[in-house]
Structures are given as C-alpha cells and as structure tokens.
C-alpha cells in the first residue's frame, strides 16, 4: 500500500507533520489564548445558613446551620458532642449511631433539617442518663434482647450501645433494625 492517497494527495508524513505543528503553536506564548485555570476542589457555593433546633440528650440547642449538613456534622461541629464518631461516612461501620425517637440512625447519613424536633440521644446521653454506676449491662442486654454479638469489642461500640439502649426501650413493640 502506498502512503499517498491518490485522490486527495494526503500523506501520512504531511498529517503527522500538520499535526506536530497545531501541538506546537499551543505552546507559543501569545498563539493562543490561555485556557482558564482549573475550579478548585470546593468550588460549590455556600448555601445561606438556616435555623434549627435539635434537641439532643435531654437539651434544645439552636443552630444556623447549611442545610447540607448532616446530623452527625451538626452534633460535632457544632455542638461539640465527639463521642459520635465519623468513621467510614457510609453507615457501615456504625460510629456515628445515634437514637432518635428511639430508633437508631447512623447520622452520617442523615441530614440535620430533617431531625428538628425529634428527640435525639447520642452515646453522651447514654451514659449521662445511666450514669457509671446505673450503665447498661451489655452481656446481659444480649442475652435477653434478639441482638447478636460480634466479638468481646464490640459492645462498646456506639451502634451496639445505642442499639441496646433502644432495643430496651422499646419492650412494647418488636424491636428491628433500621440500619
């Protein structure tokens, strides 16, 4: 096969060599014009801050928050709770339990807008509500409650603690996961 086209007289050789040039001219200050420069890593806008109230352990606290934000931020950042952990930001790991109106949340996955006015506990509430020496009895909790034990660890998990605490609450109606 030659390499010249016979009906158009193209060349391999000429469209590499035209080619070569375009790349090229890019590169001369001043041939073209400069491309704009890449958007940041946090280039959404800040939504405007919004009001809410969360009541947390017992406690109505009032926040401006974005309403972006999840429950589990909200209880960190902006009210210093920290025994809710931020742990795989999936709702796998269970680090970020939370009970709300008795039921447990992973609030990692939950938007704090849509937790105001529940009834919110947190593994700060847990332990102030039952005190070290009122504290829940876990190995009993399990062998009493339909919960299933992971290893020696893992009752002191928040998901295993809040899901103790809920699990005893709620002695009135089946107890199931939400999660």
Do not use: Y
Not at 36 to 50: C, L
């Amino acid at each position: 096969m030659s390499s010249t086209d016979l009906a158009t007289g193209a060349t391999r050789r000429g469209f590499l060599q035209s080619a070569g040039a375009l790349a090229g001219a890019a590169l001369v200050p001043g041939a073209a014009p400069a491309a704009a420069p890449p958007p940041a890593a946090h280039a959404v806008p800040a939504a405007a801050p919004v009001a809410l109230t969360l009541r947390v352990n017992g406690q109505a606290h009032r926040l401006q928050v974005e309403p972006r934000v999840t429950l589990l931020d909200a209880l960190r950042d902006h009210l210093g709770l920290t025994g809710t952990k931020k742990g795989c930001d999936r709702g796998q790991c269970g680090a970020c339990t939370v009970i709300v109106d008795g039921r447990r949340i992973d609030a990692c996955l939950a938007l704090a807008l849509a937790h105001e006015g529940d009834d919110i506990v947190t593994i700060e509430g847990i332990v102030g509500r039952f005190g070290a020496g009122r504290n829940i009895n876990a190995k009993t909790a399990h062998s009493q409650l339909p919960a299933a034990s992971c290893g020696g660890w893992a009752w002191r998990s928040p998901r295993s603690r809040c899901s103790i605490r809920a699990a005893a609450a709620s002695s009135t109606r089946t107890w199931r996961s939400t999660t």
